[in-house]
């Protein structure tokens, strides 16, 4: 289990990082698995019912399976009306992965947590998957995801995107190994030490400190304001600049299992905390002050010695997937960086007009955000959420 060993947090979050360290998340009980026969697997179709998309797996009779819902069913799952006749045939058992977003975070988190199931036999099944597919573009397993089931040991010609209803002999429905703050199993730890198994690199220099920015996602920049002066500050300090966007999965799980301090952002990023190595030594640098549910069962499966560090400026409440977040130097780091021995570079110790200039960001970004009905919906529901945990 993974050890806080500094927290540089607000007062109301220290006791809940000692709890976290204290639970107990494994769950001990055998998974579940749902087999349809003759099931249909309809590809996802964007629906306002639902955040993401409906579609899924149906049984023989027409009927939806619950199983096939993503652990939220409101982000991905349900029926809709479709062309009976138009239904392709494939006479062959398939397991279930469920929906594919291209969002990191989620990707590793959630949307693989099924695949457990293929690791005894990992070439007897081939995985289906519902992409994105409507709308202007079609994106089925690309890049580092790709790579990713490449690792497991999974081949392209092993997996099939969704695209229209398609009909198996057999659909393999497994149960999540992970769900975000309830448990983890060993299977779920299992799918990890699959992929760093395979890990093959050749060439890469390793360095001993390691800071992974987010100034090359263009997620980020367009929401978050800040990291500029934080990267400077742990370039200054020793700290080699990496972009994951620049690396492959294999290069980026090299890098974190070869270096003695790993600092980032939280976020996508962090997550990758499940390619660790045992006691890692890592600095997660918080960008609000809500905890990710997330972050914190990673937190606890993995063996790591933890540095928590707000990084925030708290002004306004926000979505955590809408932002905007202002972050820099502020009293936490300060305090983080005199006691690890560090120092601030003059130039990033008092920037008045950059200051300004961020704020000015903000409240516009804010505006513009939270003048969409169902960004003020989000914020508010993701409000009461955090009312109803603090009064348990």
Not at 132 to 156: A, K
Not at 160 to 169: E, G, L, S, T, Y
């Amino acid at each position: 289990m993974g050890k806080y060993v500094d927290l540089y947090v607000s007062k109301e979050n220290i006791e809940a990082y000692r709890a976290n360290e204290k639970q107990d998340y494994l769950r001990k009980a055998a998974l579940n698995v749902k087999e349809v026969k003759n099931g249909i697997i309809l590809p996802a179709k964007g629906d306002l019912s639902v955040s993401w998309a409906l579609g899924g797996v149906l049984d023989e009779n027409g009927q939806f399976v619950k199983e096939s819902h993503t652990r939220n069913e409101h982000v991905f799952g349900g029926f809709y009306e479709y062309d009976k006749q138009s239904v392709q045939q494939c006479d062959e058992t398939v397991v279930f992965m469920g929906p594919f977003l291209s969002h990191w975070g989620h990707f590793i988190c959630d949307q693989i947590s099924r695949l457990w199931y293929i690791l005894p036999d990992i070439k007897k099944y081939r995985i289906a998957y519902c992409g994105w597919n409507w709308g202007g573009e079609q994106t089925s397993l690309w890049g580092n995801f790709l790579e990713f089931m490449h690792l497991l040991g999974l081949s392209d010609e092993q997996l099939i995107d969704v695209k229209k209803p398609m009909r198996f002999r057999s659909v393999i429905i497994p149960e999540f190994s992970y769900i975000q703050g309830e448990y983890y199993t060993e299977e779920f730890k299992n799918i990890y030490r699959t992929v760093v198994s395979n890990i093959e690199v050749s060439g890469l220099e390793p360095y001993s400190h390691i800071y992974f920015t987010r100034r090359k996602f263009s997620d980020a920049l367009n929401k978050e304001r800040g990291e500029d002066e934080i990267e400077s500050l742990f370039a200054a300090n020793g700290y080699k600049i990496l972009s994951p966007e620049q690396l492959t999965l294999s290069q980026q799980i090299y890098y974190m299992r070869n270096c003695d301090y790993m600092a980032a952002i939280s976020g996508s990023i962090t997550h990758n905390l499940l390619f660790a190595k045992e006691g890692q030594k890592v600095i997660i640098l918080n960008k609000m002050d809500l905890m990710n549910g997330y972050q914190m069962v990673i937190d606890n499966i993995m063996d790591v010695k933890i540095s928590c560090v707000d990084v925030y400026v708290k002004i306004f409440p926000v979505c955590f997937g809408l932002g905007p977040f202002l972050i820099g130097i502020n009293r936490n780091l300060k305090n983080f960086v005199k006691d690890k021995g560090m120092t601030i570079p003059r130039n990033l110790q008092l920037n008045i007009k950059a200051t300004i200039k961020k704020y000015m960001w903000y409240f516009a970004k804010f505006a513009r955000i939270y003048a969409n009905e169902h960004n003020r919906s989000e914020l508010l529901s993701q409000q009461s959420a955090v009312r109803k945990q603090k009064n348990k």
